[in-house]
């Protein structure tokens, strides 16, 4: 079996078993601030355990290469996590399905400008994986007791991406 994992865009459609995308898509539910700012409601439904709360953190990502070798993956048992960019510039997301208790086969999805993402809880995903630059994040998630990190060395690394992924991540225009 190959260990080449290709990037696809981002959908919410191909994420939805992981998790939402976050990003002001179809028409917005609100009209609000004197008509001057579209509101979208509700874009993730966040899951904690009741021995916690949610917070607000800020992660500052240094950026990878593509091709990426993906050597670990992790997933957070006690709650949900959003990655909010605090920028246009895209981002790799890398998620895969539980196999008896450690990630199965990943998946890799490139964001659009103005998308984040919602990992449900207990979800496996890769890192925080900027491309390019460095990159800073809202981060919602769960703040409280209990080990809420569990991760996952792959015996046999996968490479994420090809030279005309990083080409592609390159092209993205300034924002």
């Known amino acids: ?14 994420f939805a ?4 995308v976050i990003a002001p898509e179809g028409p917005p539910d609100a009209m609000i601030n004197a ?7 509700d ?12 917070g607000i953190s800020l992660f500052h990502g240094q950026p990878y290469a593509l091709p990426l070798t993906l050597a670990l993956m992790e997933r957070h048992p006690l709650g949900s996590q959003a990655f909010l960019p605090l920028s246009a510039d895209p981002f790799l ?13 990943p998946l890799a999805f490139r964001t ?5 993402v919602n990992y449900r809880r207990g979800t496996w995903h890769g890192v925080l994986t900027p491309v390019g630059r460095p990159a800073l994040f809202a981060v919602v998630d769960y703040i409280g007791p209990g080990a809420n990190l569990e ?7 996968y490479t994420v991406g090809t030279a005309v992924d990083a080409k592609a991540f390159a092209e993205t225009p300034d924002t």
């Open 1 to 14: 079996m190959s260990r080449e994992i290709a990037i696809a865009p981002l959908t919410a459609e191909a």
């Open 35 to 41: 008509g001057m700012c579209a509101r979208y409601t």
């Open 151 to 157: 991760e996952h060395r792959f015996e046999v690394p």
């Open 17 to 20: 078993p992981f998790g939402e």
């Open 93 to 105: 997301v890398i998620v895969a399905p539980d196999a008896e208790g450690h990630p199965g086969r």
């Open 43 to 54: 874009r993730a439904t966040l899951d904690f355990a009741p021995e916690g709360r949610a």
């Open 112 to 116: 659009a400008p103005g998308q984040g």
